[in-house]
């Protein structure tokens, strides 16, 4: 008896000591997939156990915090349901995603509460990582923080002929890096913050992961509001970059560490064939004694400008050595995909934007672009459909910043005028680059497809706070060849059927040349509930989620932007 009580205080020990080691680590939590070619989106407010004690308030999308990785191929017409189920108006933008302006999600793609919002297009990307966040100005730091985003991955068979690993939370891992600081109450503190003090991975605090003992990729996202991360592994192992925001490189570059600014995306392939099984290490941030200007390397410990993890190196992801796979990954393949970039001979528009500061004031940032900040309903730069423009992005502002532009993938051409000086890590295809202080970035990109002349694409700082102070610019891309007689489009132009309708509504359009650029439908209060940019229509709207009732369609004419309302009955 007494000898049993003797083991069981030992036992009892050995699971006291188990339970530390198990708050120390958390199992990284690996964001739910979403796959085929509907997906339905449910963004709210919501909570979640972050830390112990308090619940966290946090927004998610399908779930607690952040969203499910939404997995599509190159080729597919992609349907997106997004529902905002949360008490403030939001959009979803898809980063880096090749689509209609009126589809993208910015600033101007606004979903009031209790609004279904139904963007769709065919997939033009090749195989990458992309993402989707909201973007409603002068919201974005608020919305982001509560945890409103997701990744997307774009596969395709060029990515699909290559060894790689692609077994999604298995050899093929995401990581979302971000931080937050807390208050007393377990809450994120939004306001004044550029840093976080905290790591989440994933929305995992202190995560740990378990990865078989071969080659594994890692897609990281850098969705934090200012810091920039100088990314390399505990025992400065090398490891491969195989892709950047846009796509796979020409071949794997070996490096030992990766700068991964705010909105930017590495895929890396990490070799763990010759570690012990049991035996770990740490993807770390090495963000001491960076130059001045890296965002997060800044001295102070707090305030709005200072954090826990400024000018430290620190973990990011603990990781565990398992066996490997059935099927593991044992080689790194010498040559990915063949890309042909654009050069800077092949640009026929240049242009150059200055980082500026901005006038100071209460409630905004000190930055902003050419001394202009972003203004809702002024367009900044107007582009040729197809042409090949250089711009070169110079920043003598005391700091460094971020550069992200809507609708293309850009090839960076030079960094301060020298094409030697871009780094092979950066060689692929970006949407955002950095711009250091007192350097000069340049780069080329063709603006193909989507000309429309009314709803612009956004460039800006990808710092949420930057672009929310107005570090943000606009620009249409118009098709000048495109010409044609503007008839204004009236109500007789069209009919809606049935009437009243209980769960599909039709358009026929007099003229079967007219196509609809936008139809918003209201209830007879006047307030949105469906939004639905250039649907296409030949199997009508589905309204089978409308209660009974009188509703209003107010139907925008793709080719005149005129919009004519009608009334229809739901039964
Ligand atoms: Cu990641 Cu304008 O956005
Ligand atoms: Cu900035």
């Not at 985003?149 to 298995?170: C, H, Q, S």
């Not at 202190?206 to 594994?216: D, G, H, I, R, T």
């Not at 890296?294 to 973990?315: C, K, M, V, W």
């Not at 990808?462 to 943000?472: A, K, L, Q, T, V």
């Amino acid at each position: 008896m007494r000898h049993f009580k003797v083991t069981s205080l030992i036992f009892i020990c050995l699971l006291l000591v188990a339970n530390i080691h198990a708050q120390t680590y958390q199992a990284l939590r690996i964001p739910d997939t979403l796959s085929g070619t509907t997906f339905n989106l449910v963004m709210k407010d919501t909570f979640k156990q972050i830390l112990t004690g308090q619940q966290t308030i946090t927004g998610g999308i399908n779930g607690d915090f952040w969203g499910p990785t939404l997995i599509v191929n190159k080729g597919d017409l992609i349907h997106m349901n997004v529902r905002n189920k949360m008490n403030d108006t939001t959009t979803l933008h898809w980063h880096g995603m090749h689509l209609p302006a009126v589809m993208d999600g910015g600033p101007h793609q606004t979903i009031p509460p209790g609004v279904l919002w139904q963007p769709f297009w065919t997939v033009t990307n090749n195989a990458s990582t992309l993402w989707y966040h909201p973007h409603l100005h002068e919201m974005t730091v608020e919305h982001l923080m509560k945890g409103l985003g997701g990744l997307i991955i774009v596969r395709d068979t060029d990515e699909a002929k290559l060894a790689l690993p692609r077994t999604y939370g298995v050899d093929d891992i995401p990581v979302i890096l971000t931080s937050r600081r807390y208050d007393a109450n377990n809450q994120f503190v939004v306001q004044n913050v550029s840093y976080g003090d905290y790591m989440l991975t994933n929305g995992t605090p202190n995560a740990a992961v378990s990865l078989p003992k071969q080659f594994v990729r890692l897609r990281i996202l850098n969705v934090e509001i200012e810091r920039g991360y100088d990314l390399g592994f505990s025992d400065n192992r090398t490891f491969y970059v195989i892709g950047n925001d846009g796509g796979l490189l020409n071949a794997p570059v070996p490096v030992t560490r990766v700068k991964l600014l705010v909105g930017e995306r590495v895929e890396i392939l990490v070799n763990l064939s010759n570690d012990a099984i049991g035996s770990s290490f740490d993807l770390k941030a090495y963000n001491s004694n960076q130059a001045f200007g890296f965002p997060g390397g800044e001295p102070n410990t707090s305030g709005q400008f200072g954090s826990l993890l400024n000018n430290i190196d620190f973990p990011v992801l603990h990781i565990n050595v398992a066996a490997s796979t059935a099927n593991p990954i044992t080689a790194l393949p010498s040559i990915l995909i063949n890309n042909t970039y654009w050069t800077a001979a092949n640009a026929t528009v240049t242009r150059n934007i200055a980082i500026t500061n901005g006038q100071p004031g209460p409630a905004s940032v000190p930055f902003n672009f050419d001394n202009v900040s972003f203004a809702i309903n002024t367009i900044n730069k107007t582009v040729q459909k197809d042409a090949i423009e250089k711009w070169t992005v110079t920043n003598n502002n005391v700091f460094g910043h971020t550069f992200h532009i809507h609708d293309v993938e850009f090839k960076i051409v030079a960094r301060n005028g020298n094409a030697s000086s871009v780094g092979a890590y950066e060689s692929g295809w970006k949407d955002v680059m950095y711009v250091p202080r007192n350097e000069n970035v340049s780069f080329v990109a063709r603006f193909t497809d989507y000309a429309d002349p009314i709803h612009p694409f956004m460039y800006h700082c990808h710092f949420s706070n930057h672009e929310d102070g107005g570090m943000m610019g606009q620009f249409v891309v118009v098709d000048t060849t495109q010409t044609g007689t503007q008839t204004v489009f009236n109500e007789n132009d069209f009919v809606v059927y049935p009437n009243p309708a209980s769960s599909r509504l039709f358009v026929k359009f007099n003229d079967i040349n007219t196509r609809a650029y936008y139809i918003r439908i209201t209830n007879i209060l006047g307030r949105t509930l469906m939004m639905l940019p250039q649907p296409e229509l030949s199997n009508g709207v589905d309204i089978s989620l409308l209660p009974a009732g009188t509703y209003f369609m107010q139907l925008t004419d793709l080719k005149t932007k005129s919009t004519v309302v009608k009334k229809f009955v739901v039964e």
